[in-house]
Protein backbone atom coordinates (compact mmCIF):
# COMPACT_ATOMS: atom_id res chain seq x y z
CA UNK A 1 0.00 0.00 0.00
CA UNK A 2 1.09 3.71 -0.40
CA UNK A 3 1.18 6.26 2.31
CA UNK A 4 0.38 9.87 1.35
CA UNK A 5 1.34 13.06 2.71
CA UNK A 6 0.35 16.65 1.37
CA UNK A 7 2.13 19.76 1.80
CA UNK A 8 2.10 23.42 0.62
CA UNK A 9 -0.88 24.85 2.36
CA UNK A 10 -0.94 28.18 3.95
CA UNK A 11 -2.64 31.46 4.12
CA UNK A 12 -2.48 33.59 1.01
CA UNK A 13 -4.71 36.47 -0.70
CA UNK A 14 -6.84 36.29 -3.71
CA UNK A 15 -5.10 35.75 -6.71
CA UNK A 16 -2.11 34.40 -5.45
CA UNK A 17 -0.87 31.20 -6.49
CA UNK A 18 0.14 28.24 -4.16
CA UNK A 19 1.57 24.49 -5.42
CA UNK A 20 0.56 22.07 -3.17
CA UNK A 21 2.85 18.50 -2.86
CA UNK A 22 1.47 15.25 -2.27
CA UNK A 23 4.71 12.67 -1.15
CA UNK A 24 4.23 8.99 -1.51
CA UNK A 25 6.14 6.25 -0.01
CA UNK A 26 5.38 2.96 -0.05
CA UNK A 27 4.77 2.60 -3.44
CA UNK A 28 4.94 4.64 -6.60
CA UNK A 29 2.45 6.81 -7.67
CA UNK A 30 2.60 6.04 -11.55
CA UNK A 31 0.51 2.46 -10.39
CA UNK A 32 -2.54 4.74 -9.21
CA UNK A 33 -4.73 6.98 -10.30
CA UNK A 34 -4.51 10.21 -8.07
CA UNK A 35 -6.27 12.71 -7.34
CA UNK A 36 -6.88 16.08 -5.30
CA UNK A 37 -10.37 16.57 -3.22
CA UNK A 38 -11.03 19.30 -0.53
CA UNK A 39 -13.37 20.41 2.16
CA UNK A 40 -14.23 22.96 3.39
CA UNK A 41 -16.23 23.40 6.97
CA UNK A 42 -19.90 21.89 7.22
CA UNK A 43 -19.60 21.15 3.59
CA UNK A 44 -19.21 16.99 1.93
CA UNK A 45 -15.78 16.62 1.04
CA UNK A 46 -15.82 17.57 -3.44
CA UNK A 47 -13.53 16.61 -5.84
CA UNK A 48 -10.98 19.24 -7.46
CA UNK A 49 -8.80 17.28 -9.86
CA UNK A 50 -7.30 13.55 -11.21
CA UNK A 51 -5.13 12.13 -13.13
CA UNK A 52 -5.50 8.46 -14.51
CA UNK A 53 -2.44 6.12 -13.85
CA UNK A 54 -1.32 6.59 -17.14
CA UNK A 55 -1.32 10.37 -16.91
CA UNK A 56 -3.23 10.73 -20.24
CA UNK A 57 -6.59 11.35 -18.73
CA UNK A 58 -6.80 14.67 -16.59
CA UNK A 59 -10.33 15.69 -15.20
CA UNK A 60 -10.85 18.73 -13.17
CA UNK A 61 -13.98 20.04 -11.02
CA UNK A 62 -15.42 23.08 -13.27
CA UNK A 63 -15.03 25.29 -10.07
CA UNK A 64 -11.53 25.05 -10.85
CA UNK A 65 -10.82 24.51 -14.91
CA UNK A 66 -8.36 26.57 -16.00
CA UNK A 67 -7.06 27.89 -13.04
CA UNK A 68 -5.58 24.51 -11.28
CA UNK A 69 -3.50 22.24 -12.78
CA UNK A 70 -2.79 18.41 -11.51
CA UNK A 71 0.64 16.81 -12.21
CA UNK A 72 3.00 13.94 -11.18
CA UNK A 73 7.04 13.35 -10.76
CA UNK A 74 7.48 9.92 -11.12
CA UNK A 75 11.23 10.38 -10.26
CA UNK A 76 10.31 12.19 -7.10
CA UNK A 77 7.04 9.99 -6.28
CA UNK A 78 5.07 12.92 -5.62
CA UNK A 79 1.70 14.29 -7.30
CA UNK A 80 1.39 18.22 -7.25
CA UNK A 81 -1.60 20.38 -7.45
CA UNK A 82 -0.58 24.23 -8.81
CA UNK A 83 -3.46 26.54 -8.22
CA UNK A 84 -3.31 30.15 -9.46
CA UNK A 85 -5.68 32.57 -9.29
CA UNK A 86 -7.22 31.78 -5.89
CA UNK A 87 -10.51 32.56 -5.13
CA UNK A 88 -11.46 32.62 -0.76
CA UNK A 89 -14.34 29.88 -2.17
CA UNK A 90 -11.02 27.67 -2.69
CA UNK A 91 -10.79 27.97 1.47
CA UNK A 92 -10.52 24.41 2.45
CA UNK A 93 -8.35 21.44 3.59
CA UNK A 94 -6.69 19.90 0.54
CA UNK A 95 -6.53 15.93 0.28
CA UNK A 96 -4.97 14.21 -2.04
CA UNK A 97 -5.52 10.27 -2.46
CA UNK A 98 -4.68 7.36 -4.80
CA UNK A 99 -6.93 4.69 -6.47
CA UNK A 100 -5.79 1.10 -7.38
CA UNK A 101 -7.77 0.87 -10.33
CA UNK A 102 -5.75 3.69 -12.07
CA UNK A 103 -8.92 5.35 -14.34
CA UNK A 104 -9.22 8.40 -12.56
CA UNK A 105 -12.53 8.74 -10.70
CA UNK A 106 -14.80 12.22 -9.20
CA UNK A 107 -16.03 9.83 -6.32
CA UNK A 108 -14.13 9.75 -2.91
CA UNK A 109 -15.32 6.36 -2.39
CA UNK A 110 -13.16 5.21 -5.52
CA UNK A 111 -9.91 6.21 -3.64
CA UNK A 112 -8.22 3.66 -1.13
CA UNK A 113 -5.44 5.80 0.18
CA UNK A 114 -5.85 9.13 1.75
CA UNK A 115 -3.26 11.76 3.28
CA UNK A 116 -4.03 14.00 6.20
CA UNK A 117 -4.61 16.61 4.31
CA UNK A 118 -3.14 20.46 3.93
CA UNK A 119 -5.04 23.70 4.94
CA UNK A 120 -5.35 26.52 2.52
CA UNK A 121 -6.72 29.83 3.34
CA UNK A 122 -7.73 32.77 0.96
CA UNK A 123 -8.17 35.96 1.99
CA UNK A 124 -10.59 38.28 -0.01
Known amino acids: QVQLVESGGGLVQAGDSLRLSCAAS????????MGWFRQAPGKEREFVAT????????YYADSVKGRFIISRDNAKNTVYLQMNSLKPEDTAVYYC?????????????????WGQGTQVTVSS
Open 51 to 58: MSRSGGRL
Open 97 to 113: AADHLGTGSRRPDSYDY
Open 26 to 33: GRTVSVYA
